[in-house]
């Protein structure tokens, strides 16, 4: 056998080891981008999941803002119907405490919260009542803004989803509150002696000036909301409510300035239509919120699902030279072990030898022909 055969005989082995190697190498590395791309969509998904369980904690907020401003000025007019709609606002907020208060780490403030609901006073001074019901409605922002910050609303990384987000759980809040407030003040303002009238119109002038800056900055936030998407279906869901909202607002705020004094009925009028636009924007912001999220869920649903073909098929392509060399080798084997049984003598024998035992020459034979072989 020649040198460049043994070469060959050697080099066929490491050839096919090679074969062998190189789709298995292969299925590794892609096992291994399936486990990093895996993990980077299972951590995005159980953030969006864990803010949109934010967004249902303050979507019953939201309606228990508005019932506790409501109960309020019933306090202050002797109106008992508000403190129904309090009650029921308070149950759906259990409710949804007990879901999700321990993952949002709200239990503790919505525990504090709902004791100082239940010890608000029936009856009271002006004054004491609107103190109580401002303390509580500071403790009702606290937790929305524990939710907002526990639920990772605060840090969405789309920038459309975050403005949102901002503005239904701080901005319009906060509006709220203050809207409450100054019409709180206003209708309590002709009760009080002529020597306290000038520090309660700084009062009011201080809460229609932050009324005022919360309603801007909301409009800031929905308008670079809207820019930020792209997609006129979040303008057209959104902007023809913040334009009811920005008008009770401006309704609202000259009535603090009337020359004729402060007309309680007006009041009352304006204070209920900024209070049904702010809960119709309310609703609105935090649906367009929860179907981003839901949008986001399901790419990331598809892409998983992407991850798992890709892996299989390359497990499959990795296999499949493994498994042909297998029965190769296989079918080498048998074709061996069928060549060495009894009864199958090969067709050719060997240059030199004898045909079989019973062929060979006898002694004497053997000696005559090698004296004939050694005749010159």
């Not at 403005?163 to 509006?175: N, R, V």
């Not at 700084?202 to 801007?216: C, P, Q, V, Y």
């Not at 792209?230 to 020359?259: C, E, I, K």
């Not at 074709?335 to 002694?363: L, Q, V």
């Amino acid at each position: 056998m020649t040198v460049r055969a043994h070469q060959h005989q050697r080099g066929r082995p490491i050839s096919a080891a090679a074969r062998l190697l190189l789709p298995i190498l292969l299925a590794m590395s892609v096992t291994a981008l399936f486990v990093m791309v895996w993990q980077s969509v299972d951590e995005q998904s159980r953030f969006a999941s864990l803010e949109r369980d934010g967004i249902r904690y303050i979507q019953e907020l939201g309606p228990l803002e508005i019932a506790l401003t409501n109960a309020g000025t019933a306090a202050l007019g002797d109106d008992p119907a508000a403190p129904a709609d309090l009650g029921r606002a308070v149950a759906a907020v259990a409710a949804v405490d007990r879901d999700l208060g321990e993952r949002l780490s709200a239990q503790d403030r919505w525990a504090g919260l709902r004791a100082k609901i239940e010890a608000l006073p029936a009856d009271g001074t002006d004054q004491e009542i609107i103190a109580a019901y401002g303390t509580v409605n500071d403790l009702l922002l606290a937790l929305m803004d524990k939710v907002r910050n526990s639920s990772q609303l605060v840090r969405d990384p789309s920038a459309d989803l975050f403005y949102l987000g901002d503005g239904a759980a701080q901005e319009l809040p906060e509006s709220i509150v203050a809207a409450s407030r100054y019409t709180n003040l206003l209708l309590t303002l002709s009760k009080l002696p002529a020597s306290e009238r000038p520090a309660a119109l700084i009062e009011i002038n201080t809460e229609a000036s932050g009324l005022a800056s919360n309603a801007r900055d909301l409009s800031d936030d929905i308008r670079l909301a809207v820019e930020e998407s792209g997609t006129q279906g979040l303008g057209s869901a959104l902007l023809s409510r913040l334009d009811r909202y920005n008008r009770a607002v401006d309704n609202l705020l000259p009535l603090a300035s009337a020359r004729n004094g402060v007309n309680t009925e007006q009041v009352t009028l304006a204070r209920g239509e900024l209070q049904t636009a702010a809960a119709e924007l309310s609703a609105a912001l935090l649906t367009q919120i929860g179907l981003g999220l839901d949008d986001r869920i399901s790419t990331l649903d598809q892409r998983r699902l992407t991850a798992i073909g890709i892996l299989v098929v390359s497990v499959l392509a990795a296999l499949i030279p493994v498994g042909l060399s297998l029965a190769g080798r296989i079918r080498r084997t048998r074709a061996a072990r069928n060549s060495g049984t009894p009864g199958h003598a090969p067709a050719h024998a060997p240059a030199g030898a004898w045909p079989g035992p019973d062929s060979r020459p006898e002694a004497g034979q053997d000696q005559t022909l090698r004296r004939r072989i050694s005749v010159p």
